[in-house]
Nanobody
Framework: VQLQASGGGLVQTGDSLRLSCAAS????????VGWFRQAPGKEREFVSA????????YYADSVKGRFTISRNVAKNTVYLQMNSLKPDDTAIYYCAADPGTASQPMGVRSYNYWGQGTQVTVSS
C-alpha cells in the first residue's frame, strides 16, 4: 500500500487543520492506520491510531479531546481532525499503516508502510 499524507500548513494557535492520509494499491479497510509526528530534534511520537475495523481508536494524552481520527472507506482515506492547535503541535505529521490489528497501535515499529509526511506549523 502507498500512503500520501496531505493537509498540513501554517496556522495560528487555536486554529484547526484536517490531515488526510490517502491510500493506493490496497484498501485501507484491511489496515490499521496510525498518525505520528516528529518535531525538529525530537523522536517520532505517536499521535493517534484507528483499528482496521474502524474501532477502537487511540490517542496520545497530549491530543485527547482536541484531535479526532476517522476514515472514509469509500475514499480509502484516513483523516486526522486537529482542533485547538498549539505551538507544541508543530511537527511533520506522518501516517502509517499495517495489515490487520497492530500489535502495539501506539508503537512506531508496528507499522511497515509510511507516507512522506506533511508539515504542520502552529504560530503563537
Amino acid at each position: 500500500v502507498q500512503l500520501q499524507a496531505s493537509g498540513g500548513g501554517l496556522v495560528q494557535t487555536g486554529d484547526s487543520l484536517r490531515l488526510s492520509c490517502a491510500a493506493s494499491g490496497r484498501t485501507l479497510s484491511r489496515y490499521s492506520v496510525g498518525w505520528f509526528r516528529q518535531a525538529p530534534g525530537k523522536e517520532r511520537e505517536f499521535v493517534s491510531a484507528i483499528s482496521w475495523r474502524g474501532s477502537p481508536t487511540y490517542y496520545a494524552d497530549s491530543v485527547k479531546g482536541r484531535f479526532t481520527i476517522s476514515r472514509n472507506v469509500a475514499k480509502n482515506t484516513v483523516y486526522l481532525q486537529m482542533n485547538s492547535l498549539k505551538p507544541d503541535d508543530t511537527a511533520i505529521y506522518y501516517c502509517a499503516a499495517d495489515p490487520g490489528t497492530a500489535s502495539q497501535p501506539m508503537g512506531v515499529r508496528s507499522y511497515n508502510y509510511w507516507g512522506q509526511g506533511t508539515q504542520v506549523t502552529v504560530s503563537s
